[in-house]
């Protein structure tokens, strides 16, 4: 069996060796960039990408002898399923495997946007979207002290409690965060779902992030926003023409980020293990018993990504001791800062995704308290930022 895989997916050499080593037959190829040679393609019976690889008719006439193929991102809109599928070719994809990591990344840019602001966004949040992303960063919104709701209306239509079709009672919220795939057709489409129209009825010092797909906001709608001096803020990590990003418009957003949202350490090993486990289950016939490595035992390259954090209060913790404990595992000022220093080109946006240093999740922090947690709703807060605690005893 000869697998190509996307040469940035961490681990992916370790992996196949560990199943090499259990006597599978095995031959790993690795490609750089975004899109595979045509003579590595040739050869691939199974093929592994993340979100920058388009997957068309064209690249799978290439690889003849494809049979399966899997992408380690919870997106697909980068592969032609029906195209897949023509040519027998099992997909994949990885739902939930940077989940953690997205709904970190919202909990930074807010947390730094409040500590900014010395104050809270006021008004409720709206979570467009309530996947597995989308779920993840109404709950730690939620931790920080927010009234959090669910935009959700393929889901509402369905029954499914707790998500709303309410879509002015999105335009009226303080905080807006996005969370959706990319879709062009249907009822509910998402192309351009925040139009020129829908950013100018935002509210006053409404804070817009994105962090699903690029064109789901119209960058030149935020351009119009930029020009008529809006009092709008604006985080962007995707970006509407990816790998190319709209460099006029970032001297006015509050954070960019070169598409990083999810890159927690934890979140793209997770993403390179679910595959190998995929392949095997889909590929290996059943009387070869392979065992692959815990994620906790992969996660061990990377000790200071992982380490505890630890923070101890003697009282219930205020918004800002919260908000400063979010920023202590991850400070999207870092990443806004790198991609701001560079020269915006799209080999620049793709150097800084390849080189992306190892991110440690919120879920590293510890919570050291008295008798403040003992109390269910500081437990639940807590839980929702995904902090562990501990008790203390007072001297």
């Given at each position: 069996m000869h697998v190509l895989a996307d040469a940035s997916m961490p681990l992916v050499n370790e992996l196949a060796d560990a199943l090499t080593a259990q006597g599978v037959g095995l031959t790993l190829t690795t490609f750089q960039g975004r899109q595979p040679q045509p003579e590595l393609l040739a050869q691939a019976d199974a093929l592994?990408?993340?979100?920058?690889?388009?997957?068309?008719?064209?690249?799978?006439?290439?690889?003849?002898?494809?049979?399966?193929?899997?992408?380690?991102?919870?997106?697909?809109?980068?592969?032609?399923?029906?195209?897949?599928?023509?040519?027998?070719?099992?997909?994949?994809?990885?739902?939930?495997?940077?989940?953690?990591?997205?709904?970190?990344?919202?909990?930074?840019?807010?947390?730094?946007?409040?500590?900014?602001?010395?104050?809270?966004?006021?008004?409720?949040?709206?979570i467009i979207g309530a996947g597995h992303t989308g779920r993840a960063a109404g709950q730690r919104l939620s931790g920080l002290g927010f009234t959090v709701h669910y935009y959700d209306p393929p889901l509402a239509e369905q029954g499914v409690k707790g998500v709303h079709a309410d879509w002015q009672r999105v335009l009226n919220s303080g905080v807006i965060s996005c969370h959706v795939p990319l879709t062009q057709a249907g009822t509910h489409a998402t192309y351009h779902l925040f139009d020129s129209a829908a950013i100018a009825a935002l509210p006053a010092d409404c804070l817009l992030i994105n962090a699903s797909r690029g064109?789901?906001?119209?960058?030149?709608?935020?351009?119009?926003?930029?020009?008529?001096?809006?009092?709008?803020?604006?985080?962007?990590?995707?970006w509407e023409h990816e790998p190319t990003i709209a460099a006029d418009l970032m001297p006015w957003l509050l954070y960019a980020t070169p598409h990083i949202a999810g890159h927690s350490v934890a979140?793209?090993?997770?993403?390179?293990?679910?595959?190998?486990?995929?392949?095997?289950?889909?590929?290996?016939?059943?009387?070869?018993?392979?065992?692959?490595?815990?994620?906790?035992?992969?996660?061990?390259?990377?000790?200071?990504?992982?380490?505890?954090?630890?923070?101890?209060?003697?009282?219930?913790?205020?918004?800002?001791?919260?908000?400063?404990?979010?920023?202590?595992?991850?400070d999207i000022r870092n990443d806004d800062q790198l991609l701001r220093q560079n020269a915006f080109t799209e080999a620049d946006f793709d150097r800084l995704r390849?080189?992306?240093?190892?991110?440690?999740?919120?879920?590293?922090?510890?919570?050291?308290?008295?008798?403040?947690?003992?109390?269910?709703?500081?437990?639940?807060?807590?839980?929702?930022?995904?902090?562990?605690?501990k008790f203390i005893q007072e001297q």
């Open positions: 592994m990408i993340r979100s920058i690889t388009k997957v068309d008719s064209q690249l799978l006439a290439q690889a003849p002898k494809l049979r399966w193929l899997g992408t380690a991102t919870i997106g697909t809109e980068h592969v032609d399923t029906a195209a897949c599928k023509a040519a027998g070719v099992a997909f994949v994809s990885t739902p939930g495997v940077n989940a953690n990591a997205v709904g970190d990344y919202v909990a930074s840019a807010v947390s730094n946007f409040a500590l900014q602001c010395q104050q809270l966004p006021s008004g409720e949040v709206a064109a789901v906001v119209e960058e030149q709608g935020l351009r119009q926003a930029m020009q008529a001096q809006q009092p709008l803020h604006v985080v962007l990590d995707v979140g793209k090993v997770a993403g390179t293990l679910r595959l190998f486990e995929h392949v095997c289950e889909t590929l290996l016939i059943p009387q070869q018993r392979v065992r692959l490595p815990q994620l906790s035992q992969l996660l061990e390259h990377w000790p200071e990504a992982t380490r505890k954090r630890q923070w101890q209060t003697l009282q219930a913790p205020t918004w800002q001791m919260l908000a400063s404990w979010v920023r202590d595992i991850y390849r080189n992306y240093a190892a991110r440690a999740e919120l879920s590293c922090g510890e919570v050291h308290g008295n008798d403040w947690l003992a109390q269910s709703e500081w437990q639940e807060r807590l839980a929702q930022l995904t902090f562990s605690f």
